[in-house]
Every structure is written in structure tokens, then in C-alpha cells.
């Protein structure tokens, strides 16, 4: 996989998380730079961790698949582009109200496992293609580290729309990326 690759799939993992930093975003009267760059860290670090179990995972069982593993990496990675897709073509539902102190951290955790769980299934992926792994978590990282920091920054000023079609905008990414995988490996092959 190359840099401009991984850098498609490092935007398209750090969409739902930025889709999610908006939403929070909308709930602050005025955003510091410190918290929305905290934030970011937490949604990053967590999301750079998702694609390395993900690999580990994936390297467990890929000598098992390995006639297969360009379907698999497909599979997995178009029907995370749908599924980014159907979410982003949800209506949103009653305005975010603001939280507790105690439960703003749970809340965020919750949110950044949740919103990485599409991460460990491209860790998943990547278990099957000639990657360095460790890059490939670093860039997520760094990507979801900056679009959550933008977030929720802009998220009070931006609403959930643009949220919407930065999902939508990951799924379609997801969905190119997993066609040209199985492109290339049906030519290859």
C-alpha cells in the first residue's frame, strides 16, 4: 500500500470520529484550544490502537486465508464504506444537551472505542496486504488526532450536516480503496 493509500484510508478512518468531535462540538458554548486538542488525543490515540489489534488479529489467522485474503480485505472494507454510508444517510436525532463533568470522560471514551471499532476492522484488513502496520496506525492516529481537534472546534458553528457528509465521504473512500484492492489482486493474479 502506498502513502497516498494510506493516507485516503487514514481520512476515511478519522470521518465517524470527526463526525462524532462536530456533535460534542455543538454542546460547548465556546471551544478552547485545549480541550478540543485533549480530545483529539484521546479519539486519536484510541484510534491508532484499533488498527493494530486489528493486524494482530488478522495475522493470526491470514496463513489460514491466504488464497483469500484480497476478498476478505474487500469484503471488510466495502461493507464498512456501506455501513459509514447508511449511518451518514440517518437523520440525527435530538440536539446533544450538554454533560456532566463525570460523565463528559466516559462519554468520550465510549465514543472514541465506538467510533474505532471501524479501525480494527481495517486492522483486520491490513493483515492480508503488504503494509507496515505501525505507519498505517501512526497516520490514522494523527489524522483522527487533527479532524477531532477541528471538530470540535467547528462543531458548534457546523451542526451535524457536515458531520453527515464527512461520514459519507469516508464510506465512499472505504468502498474505492477495498474495489482497488481486489482490482489489484485479480490483475496481479
Same mark, same amino acid.
Given at each position: ?7 485516503? $484510508? ?98 468520550? $471514551? ?71 484492492? $481486489? ?7
Amino acid at each position: 500500500m502506498n502513502i497516498l493509500t494510506l493516507s485516503l $484510508l487514514s481520512l476515511a478512518m478519522s470521518t465517524d470520529a470527526f463526525a462524532a468531535s462536530i456533535g460534542k462540538g455543538t454542546s460547548l458554548k465556546y471551544p478552547r484550544l485545549i480541550n478540543a486538542l485533549k480530545l483529539g488525543l484521546i479519539f486519536g490515540c484510541i484510534e491508532a490502537i484499533a488498527p493494530l489489534i486489528g493486524w494482530f488479529i488478522g495475522s493470526a489467522g491470514s496463513a489460514y486465508v491466504a488464497a483469500w485474503d484480497h476478498w476478505i480485505a474487500f469484503v471488510l472494507l466495502v461493507a464498512l464504506g456501506v455501513h459509514m454510508l447508511i449511518e451518514s444517510a440517518k437523520e440525527s436525532g435530538a440536539q446533544p444537551q450538554p454533560e456532566t463533568k463525570k460523565r463528559t470522560l466516559l462519554a468520550t $471514551l465510549l465514543t472514541a472505542i465506538g467510533t474505532s471499532i471501524d479501525a480494527l476492522t481495517v486492522g483486520i484488513s491490513l493483515a492480508f496486504l503488504n503494509v507496515n502496520i505501525y505507519l498505517a496506525a501512526a497516520m490514522i492516529g494523527l489524522a483522527t488526532t487533527i479532524m477531532v481537534t477541528i471538530g470540535s472546534l467547528l462543531g458548534h458553528v457546523l451542526g451535524a450536516m457536515v458531520g453527515k457528509k464527512a461520514e459519507a465521504f469516508g464510506g465512499i473512500t472505504l468502498i474505492i480503496i477495498g474495489l482497488w484492492i $481486489l482490482y489489484s489482486h485479480l490483475i496481479a493474479g
